[in-house]
């Protein structure tokens, strides 16, 4: 079982390497994920904001407030928005995304990567995304996408009680999203597409339906 204090020691563990072990390996996803939120546009806020990695990659047109619940990678986050000037970063906080500390409403763009499959509750953290969206809004993930079924899910199964000490999951078929999405009738997902490497992750987009 993941627990919010192994998650940050595990990323207080991860925080100096962090940009080196992951720069490359996820580049991609980071770049189709900056363009879905750029097609939205507004206010966007990304859960796991961790080291400010992807921030560089966001339209400057953005107004983008930074959560992550490790103080140690928030604090090379804010390195990294000082040292290049990113106006369009409005906030970086220190806060749980099980527990969001926003009004109902207030973004535009809910954005995690690499973080539901991280945290103690992953429906309750996506239940905080639906509820700060704005109705017109996309909630958009890079996450795992486990297998359903065969040789690669009794894998991941076997995996899992290692790679917690990591501070994920290896496990966390599609059906976690789907039984989550059935409980939010307001959601739509419009978008599931494969990411490297070897398409063991997806770009989810999930869009809140405007009643206007």
Not at 163 to 173: D, I, K, Q, Y
């Given at each position: 079982?993941?627990?919010?204090?192994?998650?940050?020691?595990?990323?207080?563990?991860?925080?100096?390497?962090?940009?080196?072990?992951?720069?490359?390996?996820?580049?991609?996803?980071?770049?189709?994920?900056?363009?879905?939120?750029?097609r939205?546009g507004?206010?966007?806020?990304?859960?796991?904001?961790?080291?400010?990695?992807?921030?560089?990659?966001?339209?400057?047109?953005?107004?983008?407030?930074?959560?992550?619940?490790?103080?140690?990678?928030?604090?090379?986050?804010?390195?990294?928005?000082?040292?290049?000037?990113?106006?369009?970063?409005?906030?970086?906080?220190?806060?749980?995304?099980?527990?969001?500390?926003?009004?109902?409403?207030?973004?535009?763009?809910?954005?995690?990567?690499?973080?539901?499959?991280?945290?103690?509750?992953?429906?309750?953290?996506?239940?905080?995304?639906?509820?700060?969206?704005?109705?017109?809004?996309?909630?958009?993930?890079?996450?795992?996408?486990?297998?359903?079924?065969?040789?690669?899910?009794?894998?991941?199964?076997?995996?899992?009680?290692i790679?917690?000490?990591?501070?994920?999951?290896?496990?966390?078929?599609f059906?976690?999203?789907?039984?989550w999405?059935?409980?939010?009738?307001?959601?739509?997902?419009v978008?599931?597409?494969?990411?490297?490497?070897?398409?063991?992750?997806?770009?989810?987009?999930?869009?809140?339906?405007?009643?206007?």
């Open positions: 079982m993941i627990r919010t204090q192994d998650v940050k020691r595990s990323y207080r563990r991860w925080a100096p390497v962090y940009d080196i072990v992951f720069g490359k390996l996820f580049a991609h996803p980071r770049r189709e994920a900056a363009e879905a939120a750029a939205v507004g206010r966007l806020l990304e859960v796991g904001v961790g080291t400010g990695i992807a921030l560089t990659a966001y339209a400057p047109s953005l107004s983008i407030v930074g959560i992550d619940v490790s103080r140690e990678m928030l604090a090379r986050a804010r390195l990294r928005v000082a040292s290049l000037g990113l106006a369009h970063v409005e906030d970086l906080i220190e806060m749980d995304a099980q527990d969001l500390a926003f009004p109902d409403g207030s973004f535009d763009v809910v954005m995690a990567q690499y973080v539901v499959n991280t945290v103690p509750d992953p429906d309750a953290a996506l239940d905080e995304f639906a509820r700060v969206l704005r109705p017109g809004g996309e909630i958009i993930l890079v996450n795992r996408v486990g297998a359903a079924a065969g040789p690669r899910r009794a894998v991941e199964r076997g995996l899992q009680p790679v917690e000490r990591l501070g994920w999951r290896s496990e966390f078929p059906e976690r999203f789907e039984r999405l059935g409980r939010q009738p307001s959601l739509r997902l978008e599931r597409r494969a990411m490297p490497p070897f398409g063991h992750f997806a770009l989810l987009r999930f869009t809140r339906i405007d009643p206007s």
